[in-house]
């Protein structure tokens, strides 16, 4: 085993080897400019990029003249979201997107508020899953587009996507999922999930970091979002800008991959995932948080009640993994996800962020479940907290001094 | 971010973890800090009858390595003092000792404040008046 493990498979996986070989020839041999139409150099770049756009459609489901390259997801969430609200103004100016949505949805979301729109932020329930009765409540006669995740960042919790399309499409709105912890990990079929606009990234499924897509419809509606970046024309004129050829191979080889492996890789995950789950859980006080029923294969995040994260994490170095609790921050402000799902401030610092990934093993996973249970022992037998409780004390009933 | 040594090693060997008994006149309990801000210290000093010095410190933390590595190092400098010593101790000199990055200067802070507040909380018990802190954290 190499020391630290890397649990950390939601922030970025590392590039399949496979991935590597694919992209090296598009560094030097075959550099061309994807848009020359003059000589050779082009034309091997442009055919390179037009088999990588159909490897990536096939695994969701789209044709390759729907697929948009961009910098990433975040780019494509920009690019959906304010696209949007740019070319369907006229409209109305409404959007609903959840308060537990990636920060590039939040903030673009910001964005268009600032640009004269509004937008509803739904709150989830305590498992994190969306209510579908709020979502049409708070659907207007302005309402032009609906954003919601699909499998999320912190938890892995998977909305119910397809009644959230059906609920989109009775009303004639656009529907945006932000599917970057998704796809590659789960089937994901736009047409079959009623998805006008889906962004998601090779990072996130053992690609290379830079590039990225936002799917774009272009049947039953036909779907257009405004430019973000000018330029060239590029992308049917959604995106300008020289395309990153090596960086869209490898891209195409992920989803390739991911569209051969995936179904037999998120069974060996979730079996990995529900052995070190169920092995945390027989920690004392210790909690799953989101929905453990409608979740993303890999994913496991849990609260130890009576550590902090950040000292907990001090006390897993050996493993990679996030914490809940963004302490660095002179904020100190716990996961605004957690905080959505309605947890304490305590527990929303006390979690880990667990994300397997392709190359994690079952030894790993061994060696992770000790590592983790000494850690969360050796934090509690120092902890005010725990004292407390096991004393019987009920710290709501503490006057603290808040600081 | 990377701890310093000091850090680290407070964090990994704690000194003086424990619990003394709060209800005896010789021990000063200080608890400060808040579960939902990630930091909660509980600082317990005994003072020698005969002497007036601080013959044992006891500490529990929940929280970053910092502030347990603050609190450690509080329990540690407070054994051996008087109490007009310990007083004086300064939330910048454990932001030395330990060379706690600028984000991590408020883990120091509650050291300090929890001394304070167990030293307080002793000389009450002793019928004495508590002494004010008028000093200002930046």
């Known amino acids: 085993m190499n020391f630290p493990i890397y649990l950390d498979n939601n922030a970025t996986t590392p590039m399949d080897p496979r991935v590597l070989d694919a992209m090296l020839p598009y560094f030097n041999e075959k550099f061309g400019n994807a848009a020359s139409r003059n000589h050779s150099f082009g034309w091997n770049a442009e055919e390179a990029v037009d088999y990588a756009r159909e490897q990536v459609g096939r695994l969701i489901g789209c044709t390759s003249k729907e697929i948009i390259f961009t910098s990433g997801a975040t780019e494509a969430n920009n690019l959906a979201i304010k696209g949007v609200y740019e070319m369907y103004g006229s409209q109305g100016n409404h959007m609903i997107t959840v308060t537990t949505e990636h920060k590039a949805t939040l903030d673009a979301c910001k964005k268009v508020e600032k640009m004269g729109g509004e937008v509803t932020y739904l709150s989830p329930n305590e498992d994190g899953l969306i209510n579908l009765s709020d979502l049409e409540a708070a659907i207007t006669d302005k309402t032009i587009l609906i954003t919601i995740m699909y499998g999320n960042n912190e938890i892995g919790v998977i909305q119910d996507i397809k009644a959230i399309s059906a609920i989109a499409k009775k009303n004639g709105i656009l529907f945006h999922t932000d599917a970057t912890q998704t796809v590659g990990k789960i089937p994901v079929d736009v047409i079959a999930d009623g998805i006008d606009l889906m962004s998601f990234t090779a990072h996130k499924m053992y690609g290379p970091k830079g590039v990225g897509a936002l799917y774009v419809r272009r049947k039953n509606p036909r779907v257009k979002v405004t430019s973000q970046m000018d330029g060239g024309g590029h992308e049917r004129g959604m995106r300008s800008g020289t395309l990153n050829v090596p960086g869209i191979v490898g891209f195409g080889k992920a989803c390739e991959i991911a569209q051969n492996e995936m179904a037999e890789e998120a069974i060996r995950l979730s079996v990995m995932r529900d052995r070190l789950e169920k092995e945390l859980l027989t920690i004392e006080e210790a909690y799953v948080n989101g929905n453990t029923q409608h979740r993303l294969p890999h994913v496991a995040n849990i609260s130890f009640k009576f550590v902090e994260g950040e000292g907990l994490m001090m006390g897993t170095k050996d493993i990679a993994v996030s914490s809940g609790s963004a302490c660095t921050s002179a904020s100190l402000e716990p996961s605004y996800v957690l905080k959505s799902l309605g947890l304490d401030d305590e527990l929303a610092h006390s979690s880990l962020r667990f994300g397997l990934g392709r190359f994690t093993t079952d030894e790993e996973i061994d060696f992770a479940i000790e590592h983790v249970k000494t850690a969360v022992n050796k934090l509690r037998d120092m902890s005010p907290l725990w004292e407390m409780f096991k004393d019987g004390i009920d710290l709501k009933t503490i006057e603290w001094a808040e600081h | ?138």
């Open chain 2, 1 to 138: 971010m990377a701890y310093s040594e000091k850090v680290i090693d407070h964090y990994q060997n704690p000194r003086n973890i424990g619990t003394l008994n709060k209800e005896s006149k010789m021990v000063g309990t200080g608890l400060v800090g808040a579960p939902e801000c990630g930091d909660v210290m509980r600082l317990q000093i005994e003072v020698d009858d005969a002497t007036g010095i601080i013959k044992d410190a006891k500490f529990k933390t929940f929280g970053c390595g910092s502030a347990i590595a603050s609190s450690s190092l509080a329990t540690e400098w407070l054994k051996g003092k008087t109490i007009e010593a310990a007083m004086e101790i300064d939330n910048m000199d454990i932001v030395e000792e330990l060379a706690l990055p600028p984000v991590k200067i408020h883990c120091s802070v509650l050291a300090e404040d929890a001394i304070k507040m167990a030293i307080n909380d002793y000389r009450v018990k002793q019928g004495l008046a508590p002494i004010e802190d008028n000093k200002k954290h930046y």
